[in-house]
């Protein structure tokens, strides 16, 4: 039988969807991760973007990387912008030379919290700072320069890599007794090890069909919701089971914890064109919390070792 592994050109190198995306293809014969990042492939110039992807020969290009630092963001829209807005359209414009589709990455900061019950993706968007602005842009720029493209919102994203979350909070935890965070604002946790399963599924489902429905926007995020606070509960709670560090959580208002970046009060996304059209569901929050955690308990020293941290 002919070899029919299809080549993900991923852009990044070391981000936490990135390298999810590799250790599932690592286990997989059908998908090839390629990834893509500086210097060769800088988002924010975007003229080392078409000859770099071109050359890695895609079936399907993966827009992961981002400016994904939510406060700096503010103090630099310029790079903001060039490398969430602007490179993602030079992709997306590469993706349609190429006749190819594209799977883009997005946020919940797109919205601004004020809707009580979990957002759709048809709600109006408004986001509240430069980094959801520039996001939103990104999402606008890919849909303007190719049909052939599906958007993935995701949330609150953490993973056993890279800078997150849930590393922060458990290594926090080794030497403080308790920590402060913030109650009142509710979201849906994310693993990017899910992400790396539904990016995978969605663009084998656009590399194989053309179905509309199977194109735009869909919300891509943990099943069920919870506080930064509950989160790091529950964190704490399997942490302290698998004997790793854990700490009392202090619940705060986001008042007493003064960000540069206002962060939206209410960003659930609800999920169910994902399971309607992709027939993806993704797993509870609390199951991949536990499962990352425990993986991040072992795996600190290798992957501290890997990246050289
Ligand atoms: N993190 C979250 O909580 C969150 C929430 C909602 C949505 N998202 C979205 O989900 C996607 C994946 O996020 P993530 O958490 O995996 O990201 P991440 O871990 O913060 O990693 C960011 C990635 O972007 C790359 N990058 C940044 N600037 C670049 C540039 N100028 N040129 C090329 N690559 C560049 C980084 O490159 P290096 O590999 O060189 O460091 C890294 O691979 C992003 O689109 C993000 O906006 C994230």
């Given at each position: 039988?002919?070899?029919?592994?299809?080549?993900?050109?991923?852009?990044?190198?070391?981000?936490?969807?990135?390298?999810?995306?590799?250790?599932?293809?690592?286990?997989?014969?059908d998908v090839e991760i390629?990834?893509?990042g500086r210097p060769e492939l800088d988002l924010a110039a975007p003229r080392t973007i078409a000859a770099t992807v071109e050359s890695a020969r895609p079936d399907l290009i993966v827009s992961a990387a981002a400016f994904t630092w939510v406060d700096l963001a503010e103090a630099d829209p310029e790079t903001a912008f060039a490398v969430n807005s602007e490179g993602p359209a030079e992709l997306a414009r590469v993706a349609t030379a190429l006749q190819i589709p594209i799977v883009h990455l997005s946020t919940d900061y797109v919205f601004d919290?004020?809707?009580?019950?979990?957002?759709v993706e048809s709600d109006p968007v408004a986001p509240l700072g430069v980094y959801g602005r520039s996001k939103l842009m990104g999402e606008q720029n890919v849909a303007a320069a190719t049909e052939h493209h599906a958007i993935l919102r995701?949330?609150?994203?953490?993973?056993?890599?890279?800078?997150?979350?849930?590393?922060t909070m458990l290594k926090i935890a080794e030497t403080k007794e308790g920590v402060r965070v913030v109650d009142d604002q509710i979201g849906n946790p994310t693993s990017a090890i899910d992400i790396a399963n539904a990016v995978i599924a969605v663009g084998q489902n656009l590399l194989t069909?053309?179905?509309?429905?199977?194109?735009?926007?869909?919300?891509?995020?943990?099943t069920g919701s919870a506080s930064w606070a509950d989160f790091a509960d529950e964190?704490?709670?399997?942490?302290?089971?698998?004997?790793?560090?854990?700490?009392?959580?202090?619940?705060?208002?986001a008042s007493e914890y003064p960000t540069p970046a206002q962060r939206p009060a209410n960003s659930q996304l609800n999920c169910s064109k994902l399971h309607k059209c992709h027939?993806?569901?993704?797993?509870?929050?609390?199951?991949?919390?536990?499962?990352?955690?425990?993986?991040?308990?072992?795996?600190?020293?290798?992957?501290?070792?890997?990246?050289?941290?």
């Open positions: 039988m002919m070899h029919t592994s299809k080549r993900y050109v991923v852009t990044g190198l070391r981000g936490q969807v990135v390298q999810c995306l590799l250790e599932n293809a690592s286990r997989r014969s390629i990834p893509l919290g004020g809707k009580p019950i979990p957002y995701t949330a609150w994203v953490y993973s056993p890599f890279g800078r997150n979350f849930l590393r069909s053309n179905e509309p429905a199977l194109r735009g926007i869909f919300h891509t995020a943990g964190m704490f709670r399997i942490s302290a089971a698998n004997g790793g560090p854990s700490a009392k959580v202090i619940r705060i208002p027939g993806i569901v993704m797993p509870d929050w609390q199951v991949s919390v536990e499962y990352v955690v425990k993986r991040a308990l072992h795996a600190d020293d290798l992957e501290n070792e890997k990246f050289g941290r």
